[in-house]
Structure formats: C-alpha cells, structure tokens
C-alpha cells in the first residue's frame, strides 16, 4: 500500500496557506483528476504531477510590490504565499528582492556603471556577485587612501555614486565624492543606512526622482 499525504499539509509546505490560495491549488488539482471534491488525502505517486501542475501554472508569489511585477510578467496565474519564503522571487530576502528591483530599475534607466563607495570587504563581495553579472561595478574600500584625480575618475565614469556613509568609510575618503559644486551631484547618492537592501533603495528612489 502506496503512503499518503494530507492535502493541505502538503500545500503547506508550500507556502499555500492563504486560504484563496489553496483554493486555487485545490482547483487545479481537481481539474487535473488528481483528487476530487471533499478527498483530503493526496497518494505519493500523484505527488510529483501535482508539484509539476503547480509549477506550471502558478507563481508563488510575497505581497512585495517587486515580487508582484515579476509574478505578472511570468504568464503564470499569481499564487500569494505565507511565509514569503516561499516567494519564486525573492525567496523571503529583504537582499533578494531589493537586487531585483535595482537591476530593473537601472535597465529601465539607462544605467550601466555604478560606483560604491564603502562597505565591508564582505559586503563589496556580495555585491559584486549578486550585480557584476548585469552591471559594470567599481568598488572603492573606503579604508584605503582615494585621491582626489582617482575620485574624479570615478565620478566621470559611473553613472550612478552610491557613497555608503553608515559603514567602513573614511571621511577622507567620502569628501572626494561629495564636494558642494561637484558637476556630478546628480549622480551622487549619499546613504545613511546600513545593509545592502537600504544601499539599493536608496540608489532606486534616486534613480526614480
């Protein structure tokens, strides 16, 4: 005798805990023959058509605003799930998601070089992998000594300056960046925060001015 699994234990496990949501899943299900009105019990050999029917026509989707545009996009019918762990896009990820939005938001605008002032060696790393595939970084330690020739350059060559003023940043070496007068203040965005999803939000709400 195969083994069983409780429908909505299993739809669980999947973040479909919303109720519309797992009456969409449930829907799904029963249009395909796989269970049938009021059957709560789901047998093991069905259980791969069901993840495979589920992944073909829905996207699970966070309530971010993001996770939302990019669940439209697919095609697919959007699928709310709680936790948002289970969200297709950002995966729960305050990081995550704000990586997506500003890569949409610098195709969208025309930016291709970005310049990030600060930040832990970690940090500059993640970035660097997470963005370096879509974007043309540069990375400045703002530990080490920057003159003011080398800020320049970096000035005339982004597109967009994210000084990032709540971590490893020199005074020294910031003022290159943000003098008063600077032709390129319109492309200077001086962050108060830490982490990289307040980094990026601050460079999206620039970009979106």
């Known amino acids: 005798m195969s ?17 519309d949501s797992r009456r969409l899943a449930r829907a799904a299900l029963e249009e395909a023959g796989l269970t049938r009105p009021g059957k709560t019990r789901l047998s093991e050999p069905k259980l ?8 073909e ?3 699970r989707v966070c309530t971010a605003t993001e996770c939302q545009h990019a669940a439209r996009a697919s095609g697919r019918v959007l699928l709310l799930v709680d936790p948002r762990s289970h969200c297709e896009h950002c995966g729960g990820s305050n990081n995550r998601r704000a990586e997506a939005a500003f890569l949409e938001t610098c195709k969208r605008r025309g930016v291709n070089k970005v310049v990030v002032v600060g ?17 043309h970084l540069r990375m400045v330690d703002g530990t080490e000594r920057r003159t003011g020739n080398q800020a320049q350059g970096d000035l005339e060559w982004g597109d967009l300056v994210l000084v990032w003023g709540a971590t ?10 943000t003098q008063p007068g600077s032709p390129h203040r ?3 965005v001086h962050v108060v925060r830490r982490g990289v999803a307040a980094l990026l939000e601050a460079g999206i709400t620039h970009l979106e001015r």
Do not use: C, M, N
């Open 119 to 135: 930040g832990s060696p970690a940090v500059r790393e993640e970035l660097e992998a997470k963005l370096g595939a879509r974007l």
């Open 57 to 59: 026509r829905f996207y």
């Open 3 to 19: 083994a069983d699994k409780d429908i909505d234990a299993w739809f669980a496990e999947r973040g479909i805990t919303v109720q």
């Open 168 to 177: 490893e940043l020199h005074h020294k070496v910031s003022s290159h960046y």
């Open 186 to 188: 319109h492309k200077v």
């Open 48 to 55: 791969p058509k069901a993840e495979e029917l589920l992944a």
